[in-house]
Nanobody, 119 residues
Framework: QAQLAESGGGLVQTGGSLRLSCAASGSIFSINTMGWYRQAPGKQRELVADITSGGAGNYADSVKGRFTISRDKNTVDLQMNSLEPEDTGVYYC???????????????WGQGTQVTVSS
């Protein structure tokens, strides 16, 4: 099994920056893709950005040019700059394509961390 532990998040004013970090632990042999999703009140969870083990990043159109995702093996960070009130939500770390002793292509989620951008 694998566990994802998130850190970062909080309250920031419009135009500010925050950094989210997520570390995967457990009996993990490899992880194909790690990323961040967010869910705003009353809305569905959506992809913010993800990155493969090879370093290929993928971003939602709404965050391109403002957010940067990076990865070091089983840790993924999300640097968020020029934050807007529309970025407010609960941010969830995701890992998929996880190979462990018990899963060949497992998917795991973190518990979520709140990001609030005030106007």
């Amino acid at each position: 099994q694998a566990q994802l532990a998130e850190s970062g998040g909080g309250l920031v004013q419009t135009g500010g920056s925050l950094r989210l970090s997520c570390a995967a632990s457990g009996s993990i042999f490899s992880i194909n893709t790690m990323g961040w999703y967010r869910q705003a009140p009353g809305k569905q969870r959506e992809l913010v950005a993800d990155i493969t083990s090879g370093g290929a990043g993928n971003y939602a159109d709404s965050v391109k040019g403002r957010f940067t995702i990076s990865r070091d093996k089983n840790t993924v960070d999300l640097q968020m700059n020029s934050l807007e009130p529309e970025d407010t939500g609960v941010y969830y770390c995701n890992a998929r394509g996880v190979l462990t002793w018990v899963t060949v292509w497992g998917e795991y989620w973190g518990q979520g961390t709140q990001v609030t951008v005030s106007s």
